[in-house]
């Protein structure tokens, strides 16, 4: 049986976060069902962050040099020292990064969020869809 407290927990996290699964609970048998509604496969290229990786894509086309691209990671508090922050940038200058698809926020904890991914309805190389009944 689910408590009061716990009904209002679930309902404040549907409102906040999209899920991947859909939990059915059978109390009866101390069993659960995990119905996956979304699951898909990124190659490494695609799980960086996106607006980091649009805004760095973006100021290469614009011409941005290693300072700009390391004023920029800093601003983005991306953890490492100046050496590896020097490194990155000098990567980037000679590679340019694929379009990450994941939101990353390195607050407190890093945390994933893959709304992105799970509405995602277009093509991308990179990312494959194994399971899709969201966009149906």
Not at 28 to 40: N, P, Q
């Amino acid at each position: 049986m689910v408590s009061l407290i716990e009904h209002k927990f679930q309902a404040y996290l549907e409102g906040h976060y999209d899920y991947v699964y859909e939990k059915t609970d059978n109390p009866e048998h101390g069993t659960a069902i995990l119905d996956f509604v979304s699951c898909s496969f990124l190659e490494k290229g695609r799980t960086a962050d996106y607006t980091t990786t649009y805004r760095l894509r973006e100021m290469l086309k614009d011409g941005a040099n290693k300072e700009d691209i390391i004023a920029y990671l800093n601003d983005k508090n991306i953890p490492a020292d100046e050496i590896t922050l020097d490194q990155i940038a000098e990567n980037l200058l000679t590679k340019e990064p694929e379009q990450g698809y994941l939101t990353i926020s390195n607050a407190l904890q890093w945390r994933l969020q893959y709304a992105r991914v799970v509405y995602l309805t277009d093509e991308v190389e990179g990312i494959s869809k194994l399971v899709d009944k969201v966009n149906q």
